[in-house]
């Protein structure tokens, strides 16, 4: 029983604590013994918490064991700023810092009981796709260790994957939860911009940024996004709207559902495995009683134009306080990545060029709005696939940025739009790899898709299958 | 001083610190003068990864009303922008500020001159500000330091119209300027502690005259429809008569310049008040690109019309109105009403001082009296309170009024009983009279005054015969 532990859900691990079938010593202990083993082959992490602090962690309980995450092990991505716990999203700008504060998501996490147990590698400043693009660790696809993890979310997923958390926070820019979430078999959930706060991410590019859970299956998600979600008075784009208990809504079961499907989603080019999972998934719900409709998204085709002059653009201006002048490291130490999109950003916002890139951008994010808008009027939510591939090898993308570029085709839209998307395991290719798809839904609904992502986990293993390390 | 074919063309751009408790984006204390460096900061002010900014509610309608003062307009969708450059005293590398779509635009101010004229405001807007840079001497090292305790605090720039003409209005303008802040309660705007910053912008054009070669000067000036091609910017002066000053002397090297045919330079130039000279600091080319963009951590704000009209009614009687009331209300002349309501403060003390008559003394005190009271200082307006103020009037002058005829008696008597003092006095001692009056005064118990009893003393006397 006590070598499964590492495979039950969060719910599952509260129960048997509270019902002492295992303590919670026992919980964190599987959990790092898994670190200790796969960390050297696997690289999820930048910093590991020491024995010490994970036990003043669980000593710091007290008697407060019955909280939603009393006991429960997570790790973060480097991205979030963790007081005394160095802090790096993953550049050498930021080499050994010592945030000052606990960014929101993690201080709701740790007022839950929740056990942190490190932060997990990732591309430096979100920007990336593999977590190629990173001054430390690169972390390995556990199922193909030739293979990239994704990115820039890489080490959380595939810590995940390789069963070193149960669950961790990444950070979704232009599809860096759902990507590597995708590439490593797992559960991650984009959320609607506003639903969780910001405080605390350090900022890629702010108003594409989302803070979401990554877990083993869409149950945990859950759990944890009620717990993360919700109005910040640190963070003046959260939303007021109510935060439902996302757990306790997600039996209520599909059917009579209209799914959209995007035709733009299923383009040339796209992997014909991948294309096929994500069309059996797609039968398993009309299965589970879902009706399946034919729409269309038509400005997929601007979005990557529209993201790699917004997301740039912003990052420019985020980046702009790494001036050297504090944090101890000079502005030399940013990637050749970082360099260029800082680059064109500056570009798109200058005197002359503004109207003809920056607000260029700006338009076509409104047409990108409206046609999910309008997809919405048609259906409750959309599904398609999260990469046009599966994993490629190490090293593959990163030679050829335009390439990189289009590897994010699927995931880039919905943060303009702003809307959630949930990507979740629905096969492997026949090398062995996973195929992933998401699921999604209209603003701040992210009720529907997490209720349509726990039925087909229901009726489907994949979310079960786990790499051999 | 101007040549009287040139005009100067002069705008102004003017900073003012809020006064608001807490800093534009972040909860710290915005009082930051004084205090030790480093203390009032937290993530947010001093632009630390993840950090965030949360507008201030109370700054920007602070603002609003500024505008409204200012009869602007308050557009109903507003936002704010990023300005980026880089300076070691802006933490996050941008300001937060608002570019294309301010709070309130098109505005105008009267002022009074020779004549009364209306300046136009461009635009108020809010922003956030810097940092402060020290430079300093640490472990025998020459050194700049940086205090953060400004950083953040809530900034609002007002912006004219280049219908400034001289410098004399120039300061008119912004003593105008800082009394309506001061009305409103909005900002010390205290100059010395920098909460006032002015910003002239100068330049000067030649007046169209019947001059036959106009056409060639006026293409040697390179003049832009009305304005000419190029204008000066003079940075961060810390009073009205540096402004007034700074402005003299540019509008006095424009003119030298072009009186040798050559067109003065675009450029921002800094005001050395200890040589009362201007100096180059930045010129055309070397301006900065801002890049603005909007500010993606702070959505737009969208008022409604009831919320700006409940806004406006919270504004305070302005100088304007209240020196027309004053005129009106109390048979005050305009110079006593402009007098009595420069500050705020004074206005509200005359008005506390005639709430405390009575209608009995209505009939032996006037407003006017009182008017005269506070302008000619004969009372310590900061220690007297208004009731004491009026009960020291009271006491003065009923004497006048009640004891006429009881006086004349006692000083007849008392002239009568010191016929030597009256002697020495017409014999020319002054000290004479001094103790007759004293003498008067123990007589009447302190009932009349001095000055009134010296008078009547001299009158008696002179048609004594003793």
New interface residues.
């Given amino acids: 029983m006590k070598s499964d532990i590492v495979e039950l859900t969060i719910k599952k691990l509260r129960d048997g604590i509270s019902q002492k079938q295992f303590s919670i010593q026992e919980v964190v202990e599987a959990y790092i013994t898994n670190i200790n083993k796969y960390e050297s082959k696997i690289n999820a992490f930048n910093t590991v918490q020491n024995d010490e602090e994970i036990q003043i962690l669980i000593r710091a309980l007290g008697n407060n064991t019955e909280k939603s995450l009393s006991g429960i092990p997570f790790s973060l991505k480097d991205a979030?700023?963790t007081k005394g716990v160095t802090?790096t999203?993953g550049s050498k700008v930021?080499d050994g810092?010592q945030?000052?504060?606990n960014?929101t998501a993690y201080q709701k996490i740790l007022n839950q009981g929740g056990i942190l147990l490190g932060k997990n590698s990732q591309d430096a400043w979100g920007h990336g796709s593999t977590s190629e693009n990173t001054d430390f660790k690169i972390p390995k696809n556990p199922w193909d260790k030739e293979r990239v993890a994704g990115g820039s979310s890489g080490g959380s997923a595939a810590a995940i994957s390789a069963r070193m958390v149960p669950f961790a926070i990444g950070e979704d820019t232009g599809g860096s939860i759902r990507n590597p979430a995708s590439f490593c078999g797992i559960t991650g959930l984009k959320v609607t911009y506003g639903r969780v706060s910001?405080?605390?991410?350090?900022?890629y590019?702010?108003?594409l940024d989302t803070v979401g859970p990554m877990a083993k299956n869409v149950e945990d998600a859950a759990l944890v996004l009620t717990i993360i979600a919700g109005k910040d008075?640190?963070?003046?784009?959260t939303s007021p709207l109510p935060v439902p208990n996302y757990f306790n809504e997600l039996k209520r079961g599909i059917r009579g559902k209209r799914i959209g499907i995007p035709k733009e989603f299923f383009q040339e080019g796209t992997d014909k495995e991948v294309i096929q999972k994500v069309k059996e998934a797609l039968y398993k719900f009309e299965e589970l009683g879902a009706e399946l409709i034919e729409v269309s998204i038509p400005s997929i085709d601007i979005g990557v134009a529209a993201y790699y002059l917004l997301a740039p653009?912003?990052t420019?201006?985020n980046?702009?306080?790494y001036?050297g002048?504090?944090y101890g490291h000079t502005r030399n130490n940013f990637t050749v990545e970082t360099m260029r999109r800082i680059m064109i950003g500056?570009y798109a916002?200058?005197?002359g060029y503004?109207d003809a890139y920056?607000k260029k951008s700006l338009k076509a994010r409104t047409i990108i709005i409206k046609d999910y808008k309008k997809a919405f009027e048609k259906c409750d939510m959309l599904i398609g696939p999260v990469n046009p591939t599966p994993a490629p090898k190490l090293g593959e993308l990163t030679s050829d940025p335009v390439q990189l570029m289009l590897s994010d085709v699927y995931t880039l839209t919905q943060n303009i739009a702003g809307i959630p998307s949930l990507a979740l395991p629905c096969g492997f290719s026949s090398t062995g790899l996973p195929i992933g798809m998401q699921i999604m839904g209209n603003m701040f609904d992210e009720t529907t898709i997490l209720q349509t992502g726990y039925a087909y986990q229901q009726a489907t293993d994949w979310h079960k299958m786990k790499p051999k390390l | 001083m101007v040549d009287d074919k040139y005009e100067p063309i002069i705008g102004l751009e003017i900073h003012v610190e809020l006064k608001t408790k807490s800093k534009m984006f972040c909860g710290c204390a915005a009082s930051w003068f004084g205090k030790e460096p480093n203390t009032l900061c937290c993530?947010v002010c001093l632009?630390?990864?993840?950090?965030?900014?949360?507008?201030n509610k109370k700054a920007i309608e602070w603002c609003v009303m500024l505008g409204l003062a200012l009869n602007c307009e308050i557009p109903l969708f507003s936002k704010f922008d990023?300005k980026?450059y880089?300076y070691?005293d802006l933490?996050?590398?941008?300001q937060i500020s608002q570019y294309d779509k301010p709070f309130a635009i098109n505005g105008s101010l009267k002022i009074k001159n020779i004549e009364e004229k209306i300046i136009r405001i461009r635009r108020v807007h809010m922003e956030e500000d810097t940092g402060k840079l020290l430079h300093a001497k640490v472990d025998g090292e020459n050194c700049t330091l940086i205090d953060f305790n400004r950083s953040g605090v809530p900034l609002v720039e007002i912006v004219t119209e280049p219908d400034i003409r001289s410098s004399e209005e120039a300061r008119n303008f912004l003593k105008k300027l800082h009394q309506i802040i001061r009305y409103l309660g909005i900002s010390g705007a205290d100059m010395e502690k920098g909460s006032m910053r002015l910003e002239p912008n100068i330049s000067v054009r030649q007046l169209k005259t019947q001059n036959s070669n106009i056409k060639a000067i006026s293409k040697s000036l390179n003049l832009v429809g009305d304005y000419p091609k190029y204008k000066v910017e003079v940075k961060n002066i810390n009073s009205f008569n540096f402004a007034k000053k700074a402005i003299d002397y540019e509008i006095k090297r424009h003119l030298e310049l072009l009186s040798n045919g050559e067109t003065p330079a675009q450029e921002t130039r800094g005001w050395d008040e200890k040589k009362g000279i201007t100096y180059s600091q930045r010129s055309k080319e070397e301006a900065h690109?801002y890049?603005?963009?909007p500010e993606?951590?702070?959505?737009p704000i969208n008022w409604t019309e009831s919320q700006i009209s409940n806004l406006k009614s919270q504004i305070t009687e302005l100088p304007d109105d209240k020196v027309d009331r004053f005129i009106k209300s109390y048979r005050l002349s305009e110079y006593d009403g402009t007098i009595l309501t420069d500050s705020v403060e004074t206005a509200n003390y005359f008005e506390k001082a005639i709430e405390q008559l009575s209608n009995e003394k209505k009939n032996q005190l006037t407003p006017k009296t009182i008017a005269n009271w506070i302008i000619n200082k004969k009372v310590d307006t900061s220690k007297t309170s208004p009731e004491k103020l009026v009960q020291l009037i009271m006491q003065r002058t009923q004497v006048v009024q009640i004891d006429e005829k009881e006086l004349e008696e006692i000083i007849k008597k008392i002239l009568a009983a010191n016929p030597k003092a009256v002697a020495d006095y017409k014999s020319g001692k002054e000290q004479a009279l001094l103790f007759l009056v004293g003498q008067v005064m123990r007589e009447t118990k302190g009932k009349a005054n001095a000055e009134q009893i010296k008078q009547k003393l001299i009158d008696l006397v002179s048609i004594s015969r003793v």
């Fill in positions: 979030y700023v802090t999203a930021l810092y945030p000052q504060y960014a910001r405080y605390g991410a350090i900022a590019a702010s108003s008075p640190y963070d003046a784009t653009s912003e420019s201006s980046l702009a306080r001036d002048i504090r500056t916002l200058s005197a503004y920056y | 993530p632009g630390l990864p993840g950090a965030l900014p949360v507008p990023r980026n880089f070691p933490p996050k590398g941008y690109d890049r603005y963009f993606p951590d702070i959505p």
